[in-house]
């Protein structure tokens, strides 16, 4: 059981490329998240799926593209990166009914854009 | 804006001391969760909090939620080096996918 795993662990681009990031949980969870995390800002929703095939603008949409064809994956699209883009990436995931409201993280993708 | 704010953002002691870590808001949350994230990992949930007053107790931490659910503090006794770490709070706002407004963040180091 492999939790919550995230490819790649690390990218660096140059500006105006592209890339994915793939998200994938064995755990049968509904609901997935991804989230940026910068120096002194806490951790910020991006987008998230509450079922296979849904997906939803968070807080810091733009700039980014998810798809969710799969229950168990969910990715994340920089069509043109920028470098505002830099940061660690996290994916998230988390049972419907699950009392706490746990959110299980992957270990997160450094990502760097030149 | 920041919805949480965490207080303070750094902190640094010596094992056996006593620390009170701070979440702060003006919303009012449904329930509240504090994480504890180490380096090159992703946040673990050590807590959640539902009731306005309530205290939970996790060994040497001590978690409590405001009466009003606006805020939050966490209590650590007699800190040890395993306690190093960046503790994030997160407010949950409900709804049906119940996403997470992460704090700030703070930033604990425990020393010999």
């Known amino acids: 059981n492999a939790g919550v795993t995230q490819t790649p662990k690390f990218r660096v681009l140059k500006t105006g490329q592209s890339m994915t990031l793939l998200c994938a949980q064995d755990m049968n969870h509904e609901y997935m998240y991804w989230y940026r995390q910068d120096p002194g800002m806490g951790l910020r929703l991006i987008h998230y799926?509450?079922?296979?095939?849904?997906?939803a603008k968070g807080e810091v949409p733009d700039g980014y593209n998810v798809s969710r064809l799969k229950k168990q994956n969910f990715l994340l699209g920089l069509e043109s990166a920028a470098p505002s883009q830099t940061s660690v990436y996290f994916c998230?995931?988390?049972?419907?009914?699950?009392?706490?409201?746990?959110?299980?993280f992957g270990p997160g993708t450094r990502l760097l854009v030149l | 804006t920041q919805l949480l704010e965490q207080s303070p953002q750094f902190l640094s002691i010596q094992e056996g001391e006593n620390l009170t870590v701070y979440c702060n808001s003006s919303?009012?949350?449904?329930?509240l969760q504090w994480y504890r994230q180490e380096p090159g990992e992703g946040p673990v949930l050590l807590v959640t909090?539902?009731?306005?007053?309530e205290v939970k107790k996790l060994k040497r931490l001590t978690f409590q939620f405001g009466d009003a659910r606006k805020d939050s503090s966490l209590h650590i006794t007699a800190a040890q080096p395993g306690d190093t770490g960046l503790y994030l709070c997160?407010?949950?706002?409900?709804?049906?996918?119940?996403?997470?407004?992460f704090g700030t963040g703070t930033r604990l180091q425990v020393t010999l």
């Open positions: 998230a995931s988390r049972a419907r009914w699950e009392v706490q409201e746990t959110q299980y």
């Open positions: 909090v539902v009731t306005g007053g």
């Open positions: 799926s509450v079922g296979e095939g849904t997906t």
């Open positions: 997160a407010g949950v706002l409900g709804g049906t996918a119940s996403k997470l407004t």
């Open positions: 919303s009012v949350f449904s329930s």
